[in-house]
């Protein structure tokens, strides 16, 4: 398996594991608001199921943004040998080591440390289109693109 194959499972993973919570923390709630018993004071069984939907509402919002992120990463091909800095490719910079996929943060492969990024990322757009040797200009600091695959 490739470097960047396994990167991009590491991605499918993280978005994964956002996917489970999502869906647990909305049965939850679900459950939470099906147990709200009927008292006599009306108002406190109310506000407990209205606030379970709440939180299954918060827990929707959540899994759509994990749907996307799936969605997104699924249209890279992390077979795909990149020249230049586009979404799919894993460069190499003096700032550290970056996938361009999903927002997923720091990544441990191989006992390297990677930062998946997107491709709206700051970091992604200032190296979006360069090739290994040039330069672009982030946050003031001038980042070397060593090498792009």
């Known amino acids: 398996m490739s470097l960047k194959s396994k ?7 993280y978005v994964q594991q956002r996917i489970d919570a999502s869906q647990q923390a909305m049965q939850a709630a679900q459950e939470s ?16 199921r209205a606030m379970a939907q709440e939180e ?33 490719a894993l460069v190499q910079t003096n700032l550290g080591l970056f996938y361009l996929s999903i927002s997923a943060g720091k990544l441990a492969v191989d006992s ?28 003031g600091k001038k980042i070397q693109v060593e090498q792009v695959q």
Request: glycine share 6%; hydrophobic share 40%; charged share 25%.
């Open 112 to 139: 390297k440390e990677y930062f998946a990024v997107s491709a709206a990322a700051p970091i992604a757009v200032a190296l979006s289109g360069k090739r290994a040797g040039e330069e672009a200009l982030f946050n």
């Open 7 to 13: 990167l991009h499972a590491a991605c499918q993973d």
């Open 56 to 88: 299954r509402n918060r827990n929707a919002v959540q899994l759509n943004e994990a749907l996307k992120l799936q969605a997104e990463l699924a249209r890279i091909d992390p077979e795909k040998l990149c020249d230049t800095v586009r979404p799919g």
């Open 33 to 48: 608001a099906n147990n709200e018993t009927k008292s006599s004071a009306g108002d406190k069984y109310e506000t407990g």
